[in-house]
């Protein structure tokens, strides 16, 4: 049977001529004028003037960001969900799967992370026994390839810097320079690969520190992790910053005494913020002001009958980041 005119199959042949006629009309009628403002030279200097102060003050502010660890033991999610109450917008997360079973497996925590609307901003590559990377052990070999290991799965789970400890505190006595930069090589070779940043921290040595970040200038993706906190403990200088300006991959903020490695909040010891703050200033970092400190928690407790109190530190949790957070307001005023 042929289409008529009370047809569907008629009715469906008039809507496309229609569509037709409609869509050739279109193509013949000319283009709208376009409007263009007109901006007189005085208003584009000063839009340009403005450009230049929002610049420069993206480039002074710092967002805020805590170490996931703050001495709290408590479900992974409850942590989380404190940190992003509390105002942060980074976190840093250890980078291992030992504590799968009271924060979950990496992937489920940066799930976690997302669903809080905190960024991972890097995370820290266990370091236990880390002074084999310099000796000709099978274990130095095994510690290598947890590192790459440890590149790989950063790169599948969107982490975009790793802070790594190139030793215990110092360089060992009885290691080897050549073993570990040729580990070294081939751990940040496969940085490059992945486009991973590498931040080495400093730790009790500076000097050795200083020597890795310098051979390895010509790889982008090795940079360095600068901790407050140790660098108070062995130098009261901000050299490391003023070295590798350029290269300032992460920081871990934290105070002390001088003497013992406390990780306290910023201005509970003697750390030179002002100085510090300068120092940064002048350096190409733009991530966070990011908190290494811990509610003061005594590991060698931890086994005893007063273990439960210990895990669970006399100042709330909230309190506890609230205090944090203002640290990093002060420390960011300084900016
Ligand atoms: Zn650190």
Aim: net charge positive; charged share 25%; proline share 4%.
């Amino acid at each position: 049977m042929r289409g008529g005119r009370g047809s569907a199959c008629g009715a469906w042949r008039r809507l496309s001529r229609r569509l037709k006629r409609k869509a050739h009309c279109a193509l013949r009628s000319p283009r709208p004028p376009m409007i263009v403002a007109r901006i007189d030279k005085s208003t584009k200097k000063c839009i340009m003037q403005h450009k230049v102060i929002l610049m420069e003050e993206a480039k002074k502010s710092y967002t805020f960001g805590a170490y996931v660890w703050f001495g709290y033991m408590l479900p992974f999610k409850e942590k989380l969900d404190a940190i992003k109450r509390a105002g942060f917008d980074n976190i840093c997360l250890w980078w291992d799967d030992n504590v799968i079973n009271c924060d979950g497996s990496l992937a489920e925590q940066i799930d976690i992370a997302y669903k809080f609307d905190l960024h991972v901003e890097h995370a820290h590559i266990p370091y236990y026994d880390c002074n084999k990377l310099w000796k000709d052990c099978i274990d130095g070999v095994d510690l290598m390839n947890m590192c790459i290991k440890s590149v790989e799965l950063a790169y599948c789970l969107n982490v975009p810097t790793l802070v790594m400890h190139p030793f215990e505190l110092k360089k060992p006595v009885d290691g080897s320079t050549k073993i570990f930069m040729e580990r070294f090589k081939k751990i940040t070779q496969v940085c490059a690969n992945k486009e991973i940043r590498f931040a080495v921290e400093n730790l009790a040595d500076n000097d050795c520190l200083k020597s890795i970040l310098r051979s390895n200038n010509d790889n982008p993706y090795v940079g360095l992790c600068f901790d407050s906190g140790h660098n108070n403990i062995v130098s009261k200088d901000f050299s490391l910053l003023t070295e590798f300006s350029k290269k300032v991959f992460a920081l871990h903020l934290h105070d002390n005494d001088s003497i013992s490695d406390s990780h306290l909040l910023p201005f509970e010891g003697n750390v030179n913020w002002k100085v510090f703050i300068k120092a940064l200033k002048n350096t190409s970092f733009t991530g966070s002001l990011m908190l290494e400190a811990c509610f003061p928690f005594d590991y060698s407790k931890l086994d005893t009958e007063n273990s439960e109190k210990i895990m669970l530190p006399d100042i709330p949790m909230d309190e506890y980041l609230l205090k944090a957070y203002d640290s990093l307001k002060k420390l960011s005023s300084f900016v």
